[in-house]
């Protein structure tokens, strides 16, 4: 899903040249040219976050950008807002983000210029998660989120520690007494030899192009497992 940003701006010519430059750049931009409908969009009563990044120009001929940077950051306060300001005008950048702006753009600016630090503010607003790798699997630890070539993989939550083991243990010797020990943690009881292996084999079974010739999760005979390094 591509970055909503909302281009709060009066001047058709920015406008149009601003939206080509950020819809060429893989972002979605809906417009609003006036203080009411800038807050009708961005700062929406129910609290919602419809966009991600809000380009706000000080100046309106109806209304001005310190009202709608003021209504958003009330709002919602995690919406990040770069203000569009003339070079020269230092005292509306101050007060921009004295209001709780998160950068400024100075008029005129260079394309490349504007793309970089709206970058530079997406990265700083998302919050960093923690993603481990197994093969082709992608791990979100925070969400406890598993996909397989984008797909997404339903596990149990024995299935699911399980798999977090292995891959945060790549290329290393996992024991079977580690591995019962990690489950019991998980389950609150004690996990049986048989029953270990059918956990192994129904992991396999979702993880595995091959599940009868694994390459994820390898046996190593009378130790335990080893995951793909």
């Known amino acids: 899903m591509s970055t909503r940003i909302l281009l709060v701006e009066d001047d058709p010519l920015i406008i149009e040249a601003l939206t080509e430059l950020l819809v060429e750049s893989g972002y979605h931009v809906d417009t609003a040219d006036t203080q009411q409908r800038a807050i009708e969009l961005a700062a929406p009563a129910t609290g919602l976050h419809p966009y991600q990044l809000v380009l706000l120009d000080v100046t309106l001929r109806q209304g001005n950008g310190f009202a709608v940077c003021a209504a958003i950051k009330e709002n919602t306060p995690d919406v990040p807002v770069i203000f569009l300001t003339a070079s020269d005008d ?32 997406m990265r700083r607003s ?9 093969g082709p699997i992608r791990i979100d630890t925070d969400r406890a989120y598993v996909e397989r070539a984008g797909k997404e993989l339903t596990l149990s939550a024995l299935e699911y520690r399980l798999l977090l083991l292995f891959a945060t243990n790549p ?51 009378g130790m335990g497992y080893k995951a793909e390094g």
């Open 90 to 121: 230092e005292f509306n950048t101050v007060t921009g983000l004295q209001m709780g702006a998160d950068d400024y753009v100075a008029k005129p600016f260079r394309p490349r210029e504007l793309l970089a630090r709206i970058a530079a503010i």
């Open 126 to 134: 998302q919050p960093s998660r923690r993603i481990v790798g197994l």
């Open 171 to 221: 290329g290393k010797l996992v024991t079977r007494d580690k591995i019962r020990d990690a489950l019991w943690d998980s389950a609150g009881t004690y996990i049986e030899e048989n029953t270990l292996s059918v956990y192994i084999k129904r992991l396999r079974d979702k993880i595995e192009d091959d599940p009868s010739h694994p390459r994820l999760i390898q046996t190593v005979r």
